[in-house]
């Protein structure tokens, strides 16, 4: 007879553990090797997409392109919209609403995927020429929380708009395509860096020294002074006919000119600019091309501005996504607030990922991690949650409860530990209009880095859970 026999009374431990505790196996075994190759093709997709929509505006014009191929149209709205109308609302080429029009229209609220595609990045000053001791240089005035250092000694790319007196623009796009010249930020040598070393992160680098080297060779003249700096503007003149002055009306940024890239031996990963929040705008886009006819109307909401507190006309503290509610409420004879105080959103934002590397800053029972899923945050915010809108428990039962049965991969976490920092998303601009509000989204390495690092099964997880959440109650499922 066995000396091991169990006692009557004993528990089955391993069954209990099962059935009462979460468990915290990395979500990889949670999906077959069919899901997995899934989320890599899902994700060559997004790297095409990663490159090419470096700034807002460049992200409205691809998915528009791309609505236009799966046939939504511009919004019109003195026009009666039927079941299955796909329609995009461009918000001034820097913000876009794509809309399909449910069975059951908006009487039952609309489903909203919100995500923001702003990036941080170093932004033109409005008077940016300057030449000093023989090298020409751009002064420019950084968007969004960086740290600064980070945006030394990389290349750079310059994108973005100018528009000349007469209202002709110019689309400018320098240093993404092989051959073509970047520009770069310089750093002080390490030989002569004694008392730079000394200084705190925050100042060894200063904001007014992010200046972009552009260029070193001078117009070939005896008398004249700023010589240099009207050889490039001369060259500037040429190529696009502008004058110094039409920089005032432009917006230009530099940004990281390396495209995004594969990360790992085992290619797991994504390196690249601008995940927060692209990694989140890429899958909403594709569930409002892919839902085919909703049972509520969804929109998915691509903002401007997130990155420096959602104000101005194509943030979403303004009033532009509403409006759109309340045209498309009207179509219905409803007010918009009847449609908004029925309506739900998955405020389609990034969250950070847990780096072993700096462990302290995360506290580990309540942080996402790489691979486990897209995050699902009931609150952000910061010093004892303030500013988040914190959504309901009801609300959070309720996408716990979709994403389970739609085998959606999910965890939930907290952006780092509770006096750490913190941050905000586009959240409470939406649960202020009555809307029902949760942060879900992709969690992020180095997030605001040159080079920001994600899964590729969290992202397309991301796109699993806000096409389960278009496509809730529809026949097309
Ligand atoms: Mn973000
Ligand atoms: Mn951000």
């Known amino acids: 007879m066995s000396k091991v026999t169990k006692e009557k009374n004993e528990l089955d431990v391993e069954k209990l553990t099962e059935e009462l505790l979460i468990s915290r196996k990395n979500g990889f075994f949670d999906v077959t090797d069919k899901e997995v190759s899934k989320a890599d093709s899902f994700c060559e997709g997004y790297k095409v997409f990663l490159d ?12 528009v392109a791309e609505a236009e191929k799966e046939g939504f149209l511009p919004f019109d709205r003195k026009k009666k919209y039927k079941p299955g109308d796909k329609v995009y609302y461009n918000n001034r080429g820097k913000a876009l609403i794509l809309a399909v029009i449910g069975e059951e229209s908006c009487r039952e609220g609309v489903r909203i995927a919100a995500a923001h595609i702003d990036s ?18 751009f002064k ?19 994108h973005g708009r100018i528009v000349r007196r007469d209202g002709t623009h110019l689309d400018i796009c320098i240093g993404e395509k092989p051959g073509e010249p ?5 750093d002080l040598l390490p030989h002569l860096g004694t008392e730079q070393m000394t200084k705190t992160l925050s100042k060894a680098i200063e904001g007014e020294n992010l200046n972009v080297l552009v260029g070193s060779r001078p117009v070939r003249s005896k008398k004249g002074s700023n010589l240099f700096k009207l050889n490039i503007m001369k060259l500037l003149n040429e190529k696009y006919h502008i004058v110094e002055e039409d920089f005032v009306s432009g917006e230009i940024e530099f940004v990281p000119a390396f495209h995004a890239a594969d990360v790992g031996f085992d290619a797991s990963m994504i390196g690249g600019y601008g995940h927060d929040d692209r990694v989140c705008a890429y899958p909403a886009i594709e569930a409002a091309l892919r839902c085919g006819t909703p049972k509520h109307t969804v929109l998915t909401v691509l903002a401007d501005k997130e990155e420096v507190g959602s104000q ?25 607030y009847e449609v908004m105080r029925k309506s739900k959103c ?8 847990f780096d072993p590397t700096y462990a302290s800053a995360y506290e ?17 915010g910061s010093r004892g949650k303030a500013g988040t809108s914190d959504a309901s428990a009801e609300f959070m039962a309720e996408v716990r409860r979709l994403f389970d049965s739609n085998k959606v991969l999910w965890q939930t976490g907290e952006l780092g530990k509770v006096d750490g920092g913190g941050g905000g998303t586009v959240a409470m601009f939406l649960a202020n209009l009555d809307i029902d509000v949760v942060d879900v989204g992709v969690p992020v390495i180095s997030m605001h880095s040159p080079f920001e690092v994600v899964s590729k099964l969290d992202v397309y997880m991301a796109y699993r859970g806000f096409l389960a959440f278009f496509q809730e109650g529809s026949a097309s499922v």
Request: proline share 5%.
């Open 52 to 63: 090419r929509s470096k700034t807002e505006r460049e992200a409205v014009e691809y998915a």
């Open 120 to 137: 941080p990045r170093l932004d033109l000053k409005p008077y940016p020429l300057y030449e000093a001791n023989e090298l020409v240089l």
């Open 140 to 158: 420019t005035h950084y968007y969004g929380g960086i740290k600064k250092y980070q945006w030394t000694t990389i290349p750079l790319a310059m």
């Open 182 to 186: 970047q520009f770069c930020v310089t």
């Open 312 to 336: 101005g006309n194509t943030g979403l503290a303004s009033s532009f996504m509403r409006d759109f509610i309340c045209d498309l409420a009207k179509q219905e004879g409803m007010e918009g």
């Open 346 to 353: 998955l405020s389609a934002d990034v969250t950070a990922a």
């Open 364 to 380: 580990p029972t309540n942080s996402c991690y790489l691979n486990n899923g897209v995050g699902v945050m009931k609150y952000t």
